[in-house]
């Protein structure tokens, strides 16, 4: 088993900055592809940005190339996701999910676990 706790969630204006963070414990963290969903209201859940076990491999979705950066810290246990350049359209409640396949995995039916979420909301 796998507890994800995300943070870093909040309200900021359009073109700021936030910086989320997820916390793993359980199984060794290092043994887990990691990922990014969001899902805004009366909307899908969306892939927003994945890294595998070793950080070498980063994928993500075309709507935030350029403005979002995934990144990990295995020897605490964490993952970030930076986003900059918010928009109010990146409004939704942030997930932090973890894949068994190591791998950098942009489906979320790759996902085994999944954390509580977080709210992030962008005024224009």
């Known amino acids: 088993q796998v507890q994800l706790v995300e943070s870093g969630g909040g309200l900021v204006q359009a073109g700021g900055s936030l910086r989320l963070s997820c916390v793993a414990s359980g199984r060794i963290f290092s043994s887990y592809g990691m990922g990014w969903f969001r899902q805004a209201p009366g909307k899908e859940r969306e892939f927003v940005a994945a890294?595998?076990?070793?950080?070498?491999?980063?994928r993500y979705a075309d709507s935030v190339k350029g403005r979002f950066t995934i990144s990990r810290d295995n020897a605490k246990n964490t993952v970030y996701l930076q986003m900059n350049s918010l928009k109010p359209e990146d409004t939704a409640v942030y997930y932090c999910?973890?894949?068994?396949?190591?791998?950098?995995?942009?489906?979320?039916?790759?996902?085994?676990?999944w954390g509580q979420g977080t709210q992030v909301t962008v005024s224009s």
């Open positions: 999910a973890a894949s068994g396949t190591r791998a950098a995995v942009t489906s979320d039916t790759g996902y085994d676990y």
């Open positions: 890294i595998s076990w070793s950080g070498t491999i980063t």
